[in-house]
């Protein structure tokens, strides 16, 4: 199906195949919609409670350093403060970390980056809290920062763990085999960050039992849970999390940010504790998408066809692990891009150093090595004389084709038909010539006659789910009463519309319209697993799905035995509970009359297909499945100035089967507005250590004006194995968006960038062809 | 931190603030003392636009405004743009709903303000009208397709 760019009402409810308004496959409105737009929903920093304090945070201004003494009598002896915590307040287990325990609570000695975490205060007011944080005296003796990975790979440790997260090798084929034709490069990606618009935020509430209860805006509440239980040394139903309203996500909830320092304040004030980050604050209190630094070569016959591809891939994992290890495979295992590659040698390396950690943001490792390999695609199209396109048409992976790991890809994987498909939306209007809509925009600096067009194109996937082997769930539970139907998961809501999805199920399996989604929580409810990897609709669409065929056939049993019939003679359609074709008896009851004040109830756990590890040459079976989009983007640049502008962004997409079209062309563009982004805007800018540009006044994401028109077109391929054929659709839009605008702009300017984002010097200031 | 008592005209009542600190943003007060979290903190330095809300008529960021300086203006914000019963509202407001506008929605009720304003202003606006009078609201879920698509929808609406 093709999408329109922005008119009209799309997706007006109309009816399932089953007769259900509001059904799988439609564009369902959001049950969190009205709420939103009326300002009555509940983010977690929207949350008061009778005798709160402010919790607040200090934070190391260097990035490495040892600590002599802290100092927090200053900042006790201000009116209204009523405890200040340090590591040694910790009870438990003094460091977490997403996947390895790596990462103190509270710096207790030493240092690792600049903004990492030295004490917590509580307080009657945020201003006496900040005003507490100034006073707490902290005796540094400062050591020189360590922040280029390639010397921390040979320097000193940084850490009792080493500096090398991960090492990832492959070896595919025949290491020696090589082509006539090489291209070789060096491609650099800057520190993007997710930019949620919903700064971090909590409130916990000390309960009787010891233990304690905690809103929280996160992507996986399990996790964060154990990780708190550990560190406050409390057990884990003792600790309590639900979920509260989340202003976006991206990767960067995935780890825990204030979630232990303000359960140990409200634990120790026996008060209940608000935190809500500043905008600097969750600038340092997150993880962000890994710098990194990538060489290339690809040989290929004279005709195209690659024969071989080496690549080292070096990721800026910053001071502590957070999902580093897991970042190296993606970026390694989809190094080479959506093509068949024979023969590969790929080296992944993800390092510690003195700046700010890094870990999850949509793509996770799959958009630094797409701005690298479609960058060498190019390259490899200009050597063949061959058009860029067609060069990866040639090349295009499939169905029964193999990845660098030797999987073989045994689900659907259209990358021709997703290159076609883009390539056949239609090119932008000519549009009138405001100044607005030239590059710089509100600048107003930019001449007509200077401004030169391009178009660039690019395409990528990478897998969803997680890998390797992981034992991946999700719980979910469903009651049906009187046509009534809860749902609950303790799926992160971030955004997305997973709530919307779980409705969607509900009524297409139990042919009801009424559908409730119950809080996200630990107490009731078993884990859900992040909201990340592109793996809500499948895992626990997939678990929300299975619950609730439990509860219909419950229903169905129970309708049968009133009736005297097998259950096998009837199923549920349009909201009614009918007779299969042939049936001896002639049934037709609403389902909401089928058994009046009877509950069922179910509750089942979701898994996805076993994966394998790597093993020592970086083979194996480690993916679940994979999905792949391409774009292609046109652009204005004014090179003297070297200001871009995006004008339109084609792209079609393998999304298996679109369960809510409106929410996958929303997942669409929003990607490609952090594409666009990371081409041309974001970065997180670093000097010793130090984060720069910690504000919205200095790190800049794209504006409506900013934002080009996006034409869209869906794929939709049913994925086997898939819960209703559907893929995750997060993640694509934002892995080849990047490398479409940058090749754009390298078309316009004839400038060979190999950087992102791209900076105006590195277009004004470049020797380019006149 | 020195006290002081004011009040505040919020959505046409007046609204009593005890005992609040002088430094005290127009934002922080409706949130926290007033009951009003329909704003947003998304920045509070006047970038994000999460925390638009009308002072007599002007759209305005209520983190750069002191609370106590916005005595005997009338403010209106998100809880109070719209009719009063629940579950209704506003021509915008259910076109951002029906076109997909919201994604997260932390955005959201900063958006409604600046659409609301623009509409009253120009009932009519072009497209790069629309987009330059919401540039100052930050999204970060949905690159903005689906706000602009719900902006035509509520023009066309009203326009009925
Ligand atoms: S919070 Fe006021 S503009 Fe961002
Ligand atoms: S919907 Fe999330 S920031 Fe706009």
Request: overall charge negative; aromatic content about 4%.
């Amino acid at each position: 199906m093709t999408m329109a760019p922005p008119t009209g009402t799309p997706g007006t409810p109309g009816t399932t195949a089953r007769g259900v308004a509001g059904g799988l496959g439609e564009s369902a409105r959001r049950p969190d919609g009205g709420p939103k737009v009326r300002g009555e929903f509940a983010f977690a920093g929207d949350l008061w409670a009778d005798g709160m304090l402010w919790g607040a945070t200090l934070r190391s201004p260097h990035a490495a350093a040892r600590i002599r003494s802290i100092d927090v009598g200053p900042a006790l002896a201000i009116a209204g403060v009523a405890t200040v915590v340090t590591a040694a307040d910790v009870p438990g287990s003094a460091n977490y970390g997403l996947e390895e325990r790596d990462q103190p609570v509270f710096a207790a000695d030493v240092v690792r980056y600049a903004g990492e975490p030295i004490a917590a205060v509580a307080a009657d007011h945020p201003e006496t809290a900040r005003r507490a944080l100034a006073a707490i005296v902290v005796d540094y003796e400062l050591l020189p920062p360590v922040t280029d990975p390639e010397l921390a790979l040979t320097g000193e440790p940084l850490h009792p763990d080493g500096n090398v997260f991960r090492h990832l090798t492959i070896r595919h084929g025949d290491p020696t085999a090589r082509g006539p034709v090489v291209v070789e490069g060096t491609y650099e990606i800057g520190m993007q960050d997710q930019a949620f618009m919903g700064p971090e935020a909590g409130l916990a509430v000390p309960a009787e039992d010891g233990g304690v209860d905690l809103v929280v805006s996160t992507q996986w509440l399990h996790n964060d849970r154990d990780q708190v239980a550990e560190c406050l040394g409390l057990r884990p139903d003792q600790v309590r999390l639900t979920l509260g309203g989340v202003g976006g996500a991206f990767g960067a909830r995935e780890d825990v940010s204030l979630h232990v320092h303000i359960c140990l304040l409200a634990l120790r004030t026996g008060r209940p504790v608000k935190v809500v980050y500043s905008r600097e604050e969750s600038f340092l209190g997150h993880v962000h998408r890994h710098p990194a630094r990538i060489w290339m070569r690809h040989t290929a016959e004279p005709d195209g066809t690659i024969v071989s591809f080496e690549a080292r891939i070096v990721l800026d994992g910053g001071a502590y692990r957070s999902s580093s290890y897991h970042v190296v495979a993606n970026a390694s295992c989809f190094a080479a891009g959506p093509y068949r590659v024979p023969n590969a040698h790929v080296e992944g390396l993800g390092v510690r150093t003195n700046n700010p950690p890094c870990g999850a943001m949509r793509g996770f490792g799959a958009v630094q090595v797409c701005f690298a390999h479609e960058g060498q695609m190019d390259k490899l199209a200009a050597a063949c004389g061959i058009d860029p396109v067609e060069l990866r048409l040639h090349n295009a992976l499939d169905h029964g084709d193999h990845l660098l790991t030797g999987q073989r890809i045994d689900g659907t994987l259209p990358v021709a038909r997703v290159i076609r498909e883009t390539m056949a939306l239609p090119l932008p209007e000519p549009a009138a010539d405001e100044l607005l809509s030239r590059p710089g925009a509100a600048g107003r600096t930019t001449d007509a006659p200077h401004v030169r067009r391009g178009i660039g194109f690019a395409v990528g996937f990478k897998n969803l789910m997680y890998a390797e082997g992981y034992m991946d769930g999700s719980e979910a539970a469903c009651v049906l009463v009187d046509g009534l139907a809860t749902v609950q998961c303790a799926a992160a809501e971030v955004g997305q519309g997973f709530v919307t999805l779980a409705q969607q199920i509900a009524r297409t399996v139990l042919g009801v319209e009424r559908v409730l989604v119950a809080p996200a929580e630990t107490a009731s409810m078993g884990s859900a697993g992040s909201t990340s990897a592109s793996r809500q609709t499948w895992m626990s669409g997939g678990a929300v799905e299975q619950a609730c065929l439990a509860v219909r056939d419950q229903l169905l049993a129970h309708v049968a035995s009133t009736l005297g019939c097998a259950a096998a003679d009837l199923e549920i359609v349009g909201g009614a509970i009918r007779s299969v074709p042939g049936a001896a008896l002639d049934v037709d009851i609403a389902v909401e009359d089928a058994a009046p004040g009877v509950p069922f109830e179910a509750r089942r756990v979701f898994h996805h297909r076993v994966t394998l590890p790597l093993d020592a040459d970086g083979q194996g079976d480690a993916h679940v499945s994979m999905a792949c989009a391409a774009h292609r983007a046109v652009v204005d640049v004014d090179p003297e100035l070297g200001l871009v502008r995006v004008v339109q962004l084609a792209t079609a997409q393998d999304v298996g089967r679109a369960l809510n079209p409106l929410s996958v062309l929303g997942q669409i563009e929003g990607g490609c507005a952090q594409g666009v982004g990371l081409a041309t805007m974001e970065e997180l800018v670093l000097e010793a250590g130090k984060v720069r540009n910690a504000s919205f006044t200095d790190y800049l994401i794209p504006t409506a004006l900013d934002m080009p028109e996006v034409v869209t077109t869906l794929v939709e391929e049913p994925e086997p194995g898939a819960p209703f054929g559907a893929k995750g659709v997060g993640e694509p839009p934002v892995i080849s968006s990047t490398p479409a605008i940058v090749a754009a702009v390298r078309a316009a300017t004839g400038v060979d960038l190999t950087r992102v984002p791209i900076r105006p010097q590195d277009v004004a200031l470049a020797d380019r062809p006149r | 931190m020195t006290d002081t008592t004011y009040s505040l005209n919020v959505n046409g009542a007046d609204r009593p603030v005890a005992g609040a600190w002088l430094g005290e943003s127009l934002l922080h007060v409706l949130r926290e003392r007033l009951a009003l979290p329909g704003a947003k903190a998304g920045c509070e330095q006047g970038e994000c636009g999460s925390c638009s809300v009308l002072v007599d008529g002007v759209l305005t960021c209520a983190c750069l405004v002191l609370a106590a300086s916005a005595v005997g203006a009338s403010i209106i914000t998100v809880e109070g743009i719209g009719p009063a019963e629940r579950g209704e509202m506003t021509i915008v407001q259910e076109a951002f709903n029906d076109a997909g506008a919201v994604q997260c929605g932390f955005c959201t009720p900063g958006l409604i303000m600046a659409v609301h304003d623009l509409l009253d202003r120009h009932p009519d606006p072009s497209a790069l009208d629309v987009r330059e009078a919401i540039s100052g609201n930050l999204c970060r879920c949905t690159g903005y397709g689906r706000v602009l698509a719900a902006v035509e929808v509520a023009i066309e609406r009203s326009a009925r």
